[in-house]
């Protein structure tokens, strides 16, 4: 019978091949999330968190109820706050981050041996009999070869997890604070239509009067009548627009139930005195962009990948088998036991699959990432370019529209009422300046809003977070289109 020192010795062989790698770092139920947060706190200026329990979950609601208790009116910074506290694909998006650490540490451990045991035995104890006993153990040595590189292709690919979490972050604080801006345009679009009606609902009543003493014709009235019910149809429009605007923001910041008894400001904020100006945006967008560092890590791992199949290139199952083989005879009545080891080393010949094919894939992997870190990095100079474009050019036509249009609009205004005062012109022609004062200022709002808008994809096209689904150009026209066909 052999020893059990002896059965130890041979069973610890196969796992003394590889040194000793711990995955401490990867067994956290947080790991890397503190690299996330650090990186996009840096942009966002906000806290996030990685809810795993109960009482996690319970501080963060209970801070988002203190948020909105604090402000009734949610302003920009505090609606970016709660999203990051309360939207729950953002925390789906962390437990991305928890499956490739725990795939990395997964890499760490090593492949169980295959452990078999068996028994014969021929004769009699009276005619002369043996019995054999065999034990061995399996162990993949390939694997064990190539397991630093293993690790290594999971570790690139847990700090690609890490980026792809932070750039999950501040895309949801971009798309937060985009719908926060559409939200408070669209109220503030909705208070200038509502004067825009008192004005009008004035006409028609001063129509409707001269039209009973004969001083106004039928037609003259309808188009007064009309203008107020086409009017009315826009500012419904708009209100419909505005509760849809808030609800967007609603969903991003993850808000039901009572918490939905919130209110945004009427009014975006005025434009600043000036804009800075950024002359090396591509260079830090280059050195910035989360999403370009993630396609780096993408061609490091598949670089990584393609010299493991080098590697494995001939050879892609190589085991070794170890173990021990005990008999025991009876001769002459007496028993004797005879122990001896074995060792057996197993592989595939690549008689038909010399993997030429495997290596022709690997090679194309890596060309394939390479050219998608090229074109990412022309995009990105091209995205920071356009968006400081946008930002830039935003300003100058908001400030256009708040310094000249809508103050030469107000003179035509002041004017009208003198020369009305003064019995030259009639109501009609002062209401009809009063309006297209009106439209001039819906169009300041919709100028401001592309502004405000422009300055949020700043930080998405310098940091990386989701770039604006909206088009470039300016929506000022389409605005002027819609409220000039309110007009006459």
């Known amino acids: ?86 939207n729950k694909g953002l925390q789906a998006a962390y437990a991305d981050l928890g499956d490739s650490a725990a795939d990395a540490w997964q890499s760490t451990m090593f492949i169980n041996p295959t452990v078999s045991i068996g028994t014969t035995g021929i004769g009699t104890p009276e005619l002369g009999a043996f019995k054999t006993i065999e034990a061995m153990i399996t162990t993949n040595i390939l694997a064990l ?27 949801l604080a971009a798309d937060t604070r985009r719908a926060w801006i559409g939200a408070v345009a669209t109220w ?131 085991e070794i088998l170890t173990g021990f083989e005990t008999e025991r005879e009876i001769e002459d009545d007496e028993k004797k036991t005879r122990t001896t080891g074995q060792v057996e080393l197993a592989f595939a010949i690549p008689i038909f699959d010399s993997g030429k094919a495997r290596m022709r894939k690997a090679e194309l992997a890596y060309m394939r990432a390479a050219n998608q870190l090229a074109e990412k990095a022309v995009n990105v100079r091209s995205e920071a370019r356009s968006a400081f474009e946008s930002y830039r050019s935003n300003y100058d036509i908001a400030r256009h529209y708040r310094n ?33 004062k009106i439209n001039s200022i819906l169009l300041s709002v919709n100028a401001k809003r592309d502004f405000w808008l422009a300055e949020a994809n700043l930080a998405p096209a310098i940091y990386g977070g989701g770039a604006s689904n909206a088009p470039a150009e300016t929506e000022v026209a389409a605005a002027s289109e819609r409220s000039g066909g309110s007009g006459h």
């Open 1 to 86: 019978m052999i020893g059990l020192g002896k059965f130890v010795t041979v069973l610890a062989f196969p796992l003394m091949l590889s040194g000793c790698v711990t995955g401490a770092e990867y067994a956290s139920k947080h790991a890397g999330f503190a690299s996330v947060a650090d990186k996009t706190a840096i942009v966002t200026t906000k806290q996030t968190v990685w809810i795993q329990n109960q009482n996690q979950a319970r501080s963060a609601a209970a801070q988002v109820k203190n948020l909105l208790a604090q402000k009734k009116t949610v302003d920009v910074e505090t609606a970016v706050q709660i999203a990051l506290l309360n």
């Open 145 to 171: 070869a190539t397991r630093n590189r293993d690790i290594a292709i999971a570790d690139t690919r847990f700090r690609q997890a890490q980026l792809t979490a932070a750039v999950r972050t501040l895309q």
């Open 404 to 436: 000249n249009v809508v103050p030469l609009r107000s003179k035509v205004e002041e004017e009208s009422l003198l020369t009305y005062n003064g019995m030259i012109t009639n109501t009609f022609e002062l209401l009809t300046d009063t309006r297209d």
């Open 188 to 318: 503030e679009t909705v208070g200038q239509l509502q004067r825009a009606q008192a004005a009008a609902d004035a006409a028609s009543e001063l129509a409707e009067k001269l039209g009973e003493t004969g001083a106004m014709t039928k037609g003259a009235q309808a188009r007064e009548h009309v203008f107020v019910a086409e009017l009315a149809g826009e500012t419904a429009k708009a209100r419909l627009a505005a509760r849809l605007a808030k609800e967007e923001l609603t969903r991003l910041m993850g808000l039901w139930g009572n918490d939905l008894d919130y209110e945004v400001p009427n009014s975006l904020a005025p434009l600043p005195k000036a804009i800075a100006g950024r002359d090396a945006i591509e260079a830090e967008a280059i050195r910035n962009r989360i999403d370009l560092q993630i396609a780096k890590l993408e061609l490091e791992a598949t670089a990584r990948s393609y010299g493991l199949t080098e590697a494995t290139r001939y050879v892609t199952d190589l």
